[in-house]
């Protein structure tokens, strides 16, 4: 019994500890929630991993140039329910894409919904970002309206995209 006592408040730390790095982790802390950003791009590879998937895109610049950007989305366990596999992101492809962007202003975000060349939405979000049919839906007609911000459009038309 005194053993128990002397190991209680060790034992109790840790799992402290270790449910706040689990917090952390999933928080979104380092995403622009309230942004969502539209942009095309060239598909360099696509990460199909634990504890999450990362799709990189070249995006071209305005001066021709491109940057390199990266996108968190969902583990492959909630992914292959969705249709998406770790043949989806093929490189060379085109893709159209929503992400909420780094709060930090490095190119990369937390991807919402894909589209690509067959027009065909995918859903590769995880659960800090929205990339579902009604988001979906949203970002079509602000799209075809010339948006590729939900600042903008929301500015603009007075109506926010669903969280």
């Given at each position: 019994m005194n053993m128990f006592r002397k190991l209680l408040p060790a034992a109790s730390a840790a799992a402290l500890l270790f449910m706040t790095a689990a917090e952390a982790h999933h928080a979104f802390a380092m995403f622009d929630r309230d942004q969502e950003i539209v942009k095309t791009g060239t598909v360099v590879r696509w990460a199909f991993n634990n504890p999450h998937s990362w799709l990189y895109v070249n995006v071209k610049?305005?001066?021709?140039?491109?940057?390199?950007?990266?996108?968190?989305g969902s583990a492959p366990t909630g992914l292959i329910s969705r249709g998406i596999t770790g043949d989806t992101f093929k490189p060379g492809e085109t893709v159209q894409f929503m992400f909420c962007p780094l709060k930090d202003g490095r190119p990369g975000g937390a991807i919402g919904w894909a589209k690509g060349k067959d027009g065909k939405y995918l859903n590769p979000a995880d659960g800090g970002r929205n990339g579902g049919d009604a988001n979906q839906k949203k970002w079509e007609e602000w799209l075809?309206?010339?948006?590729?911000?939900?600042?903008?459009?929301?500015?603009a038309t007075g109506s926010s995209a669903p969280k």
């Amino acid at each position: 019994m005194n053993m128990f006592r002397k190991l209680l408040p060790a034992a109790s730390a840790a799992a402290l500890l270790f449910m706040t790095a689990a917090e952390a982790h999933h928080a979104f802390a380092m995403f622009d929630r309230d942004q969502e950003i539209v942009k095309t791009g060239t598909v360099v590879r696509w990460a199909f991993n634990n504890p999450h998937s990362w799709l990189y895109v070249n995006v071209k610049n305005p001066d021709g140039s491109e940057t390199l950007w990266s996108f968190e989305g969902s583990a492959p366990t909630g992914l292959i329910s969705r249709g998406i596999t770790g043949d989806t992101f093929k490189p060379g492809e085109t893709v159209q894409f929503m992400f909420c962007p780094l709060k930090d202003g490095r190119p990369g975000g937390a991807i919402g919904w894909a589209k690509g060349k067959d027009g065909k939405y995918l859903n590769p979000a995880d659960g800090g970002r929205n990339g579902g049919d009604a988001n979906q839906k949203k970002w079509e007609e602000w799209l075809a309206k010339g948006y590729t911000s939900s600042k903008d459009a929301e500015a603009a038309t007075g109506s926010s995209a669903p969280k």
